[in-house]
């Protein structure tokens, strides 16, 4: 509910918008069941929920590739318009349009980015809009059958469409590099695609420049192979609607009407399928940089990966943070537990407890240990403590050991028999019902 309007309010002043936070942080306290003194790093590392304003930019940021990627928008025009932007810069207490302040957010990797408009006018149904596909390997799959079966099964497909010329075609994607290309009778062709360019669309761009290459040599019978099945699936559905796929379409209908014969055909990559091998590698290393428009939903993609670096830089800065260490990388951690249970492992990974930190609400001297006079900390109480050792090694096995190893992705199995067994578990627990009713109480002040 939040998130909704954003886009519009989102220019509002930062004493405004920093209103919105404590009603965040207080929801975020409340899933999570964490003690009210936790720091808000912490609530939006362990609940896999960004900040307010880090959701603010990311959708208002995709709006505005989204704006870009429709040539009839309304709001295209003024976003394009940079006349103004001289007059806000000269004016900093002045908020800038729209388009301004997107263009401050988003770093240069993206303001160079062109993107795929949607032209898209529907097909009369008399028209067919769909391309169907052929697999030679029937109910062989992959996973369940040797390669050289496989390869028979090829061969045996290619000897019926001996008539057809082969043309294999691949996309490639790695951390730093995005390639396309296509084989056949001989020739190799490949590009060099953005960096923000989807394995998906790398696939499909591949088979538009084969299919230029086939209009190109007037190759009036040929086969396109792929070893992408959601690609033959994308062309044979009829209410796609990828901008990409379109001109695929729009181009097999072009030959069609020329008097080509073409078809579609699923092969299965690393089996030793020559031409899919060669189409392969080459798109692995292809270095002719291809310029090309970028559909909207890889912009977006590339959005919410910027996106959560931002947030994965700001995380990594917080090295005091208790919760770090047990989760250095942001993720979202599934736990099957009671809620109880839940409650305690989330106050104790982020390390404030009603047993540790209560004496913050009381304006008390921090609480030591009954048993050796140290600071009673969440990491005395699991690793530190030397008083209960042997119960350590009764359920742990091991007195040496990290929080990582009782606290993380999946806690430890006997984690809470042993809080129950040195009688802290319900000290942990204690105050979540006086924080429910705390949070219902602020809820109707602030109505």
Known sequence: MIDYGSV???SARPSYLKRLDYVHHQALRLCLGAFRASPIPSLYAEAFEPSLSSRRDKLSLSYYFRILSNDNHPLRGTLLNGNNNRLFNARPSCIPHFGLRMRNIFPDTFHDV????????????WMENSISY????GNFTKSDSNNSVL??????????????????????????????AFFTNGHIVSYNLHSFTSVFSSEITAVYFALKYIDVHDIRKSTLYTDSMSLLESLRSSSTRNPLIKEVKDFYRHLLSKGARILFSWVPSHVGITGNELADKSAKSATEFLTRPIVYADVQSAV??????????????????????????????VTKLNRRCDVVLTRLRIGHTRLTHKYLLFAESPPTCSHCGDILTVKHILTDCVAVNRRRLRYFHSSSFDLSFLLGQIPHFN?????????????????????LISFKFLVLVSL
Do not use: A
């Not at 800065?317 to 208790?322: A, G, L, P, S, V």
């Not at 984690?415 to 924080?435: N, Q, R, T, W």
């Open 151 to 180: 390869i028979s099964l090829f061969n045996q497909h290619r000897q019926f469409f001996q008539s057809y010329q082969p043309v294999f075609t691949d996309g490639s994607k790695s951390l730093n590099h995005v390639g396309c």
């Open 134 to 137: 052929i697999n030679p390997f």
């Open 8 to 10: 519009v309010y989102g």
């Open 114 to 125: 062109k993107i795929h408009t949607n032209d898209f006018c529907d097909h009369p149904p």
């Open 415 to 435: 984690l809470f028999m042993y809080l129950k067994d040195i009688g802290v578990f319900h000290d942990i627990l204690v105050f979540l019902s006086f924080e």
């Open 304 to 333: 919410n990966q910027w996106c959560h670096c931002q947030w994965q830089e700001k995380w990594n800065m917080e090295t005091n943070n208790k919760l770090h260490v047990i989760k250095p990388v942001l993720s979202h951690w």
